[in-house]
């Protein structure tokens, strides 16, 4: 074999930029001396890159795709019959194949790196949803837990004391957030209601929710609308108001009250 065949793959590496080491420098080697094979590298780098791009992007122009259908329908198939042109020598159906699968793998890196980040987005997301998920299921099971007419609630008190009507206030400022529980609440009188009152250092109580005790005397109001976003609060009260109203501020007897 002295003509350029034993040079086609090589070119077709060259061309893509993927050979390496020896078989390298023998091309260029050759290529130095060897003006069809350059004349061949240069095609190969026009239709390679082509190639490369109908698969990953923009389609190639007609004319180079007709340039290389062309050279493709000339090329012997399964034939030993001698080849005419020393420059044509070179498989362009094994390259064409070959810079197909080339450009094919280069989509699929492209895809699965899409992939990857997607997926990690997906996670991440998963995750997100999965802790807020946990938190409002914790929430809910404490509001549960304090306003559950099945919960059951036990006041601790010392001694032989009998249990005294009694509430607590949860409250976060910064979020105009109120929990108020209470229990051993005396019935109703009919017609009547309990109010809870916000108290801010001015003094002027502001209405914080109306609420009826259920048969055991428990009863909550957990963030009534009409609080001032971070309004300071100084005390809590409850007082016992008529049903009718109005509630918008404290008329009737106070029953609880207690300094923050
Ligand atoms: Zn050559």
Redesign the pocket.
């Known amino acids: 074999m002295t003509g350029?065949e034993q040079?086609a793959e090589d070119l077709a590496l060259y061309a893509l930029g993927s050979l390496q080491g020896d078989e390298r420098a023998n091309l260029e080697k050759?290529l130095d001396t060897?003006s069809?094979?350059r004349q061949e590298l240069e095609a190969l780098r026009g239709d390679g890159a082509l190639l490369a791009l109908a698969a990953t992007g923009p389609k190639p122009p007609q004319r180079s795709r007709q340039r290389l259908v062309d050279a493709i329908a000339k090329e012997p198939r399964g034939s030993s019959a001698p080849i005419p042109a020393?420059a044509r020598q070179f498989n362009l159906w094994a390259f064409f194949g070959w810079a197909a699968a080339v450009g094919m793998f280069l989509v699929a890196i492209q895809l699965r790196r899409q992939n990857t980040s997607l997926q990690v987005a997906v996670n991440s997301l998963g995750s997100v949803v999965g802790s807020q998920t946990i938190e409002l299921e914790n929430a809910r099971r404490v509001v549960d837990t304090l306003t559950s007419p099945e919960a059951h609630t036990v006041t601790l008190v010392a001694g032989k004391t009998p249990p005294q009507p009694q509430g607590k206030a949860f409250y976060l400022r910064n979020r105009t957030g109120l929990v108020f529980v209470a229990n051993n609440l005396a019935p109703l009188p009919p017609d009547k209601i309990y109010e809870l009152w916000l108290i801010p250092p001015d003094g002027k109580p502001i209405p914080a929710g109306l609420f009826k005790p259920d048969a055991r005397g428990n009863a909550s109001v957990i963030n009534p609308p009409g609080i001032p976003a971070g309004v300071e609060a100084n005390t809590f009260a409850v007082t016992l108001e008529a049903a009718s109203g109005p509630h918008d501020a404290p008329r009737g007897t106070g029953v609880m009250a207690g300094g923050v």
């Open positions: 350029h040079y050759h060897c069809s094979c020393p």
